[in-house]
C-alpha cells in the first residue's frame, strides 16, 4: 500500500505565498516523476507541474515564474512553492505520482497513486 499525504493548502491574499508538500510513504522501491494537478468546480482537473526523478520540470503556461517545483528523492516528498497567487489559482491541489515501484512479498509491482487533495483559496 502506498500513500500521499498532502499538506500546505489554505486560504491566502492575493500576492501572496503559500507551499505545498507531499510526501509518499509505504512499500517504495522508487518513485518516478510526480506532479501538482489542480481542479476547481466545473472544471476538469489540470496539471499544474511536474517534476522527473531527474529533476526536469514541467509547468503550465498559467504558473509559469511563479510556482516552483521541487522534490527530495530520499524522502519521497514533492514541493510545490507558489508566489504571487492570484484568485484564479483557488483551487484544491492534488499530488500525483505516477510510477511508484513498490515491493512486496518478494513481488515488484508499479503504481499511479493520487493525494487527497488540498484546498486553496485565493481572496482578491
Known amino acids: 500500500q502506498v500513500r500521499l499525504v498532502e499538506s500546505g493548502g489554505g486560504l491566502v491574499q492575493a500576492g501572496g505565498s503559500l507551499r505545498l508538500s507531499c510526501a509518499a510513504s509505504g512499500s517504495i522501491v522508487t518513485v518516478g516523476t510526480m506532479g501538482w494537478y489542480r481542479q476547481d468546480p466545473g472544471n476538469q482537473r489540470e496539471l499544474v507541474s511536474s517534476?522527473?526523478?531527474?529533476?526536469?520540470?514541467n509547468y503550465a503556461d498559467s504558473v509559469k515564474g511563479r510556482f516552483t517545483i521541487s522534490r527530495d528523492n530520499v524522502k519521497n516528498t514533492v514541493y510545490l512553492q507558489m508566489d504571487s497567487l492570484k484568485p484564479e489559482d483557488t483551487a484544491v491541489y492534488y499530488c500525483?505520482?505516477?510510477?511508484?515501484?513498490?515491493?512486496?512479498?518478494?513481488?515488484?509491482?508499479?503504481?499511479?497513486?493520487w493525494g487527497q487533495g488540498t484546498l486553496v483559496t485565493v481572496s482578491s
Open positions: 517534476i522527473s526523478r531527474g529533476g526536469r520540470t
Open positions: 500525483n505520482a505516477g510510477n511508484v515501484l513498490t515491493r512486496l512479498a518478494g513481488e515488484y509491482k508499479s503504481l499511479e497513486v
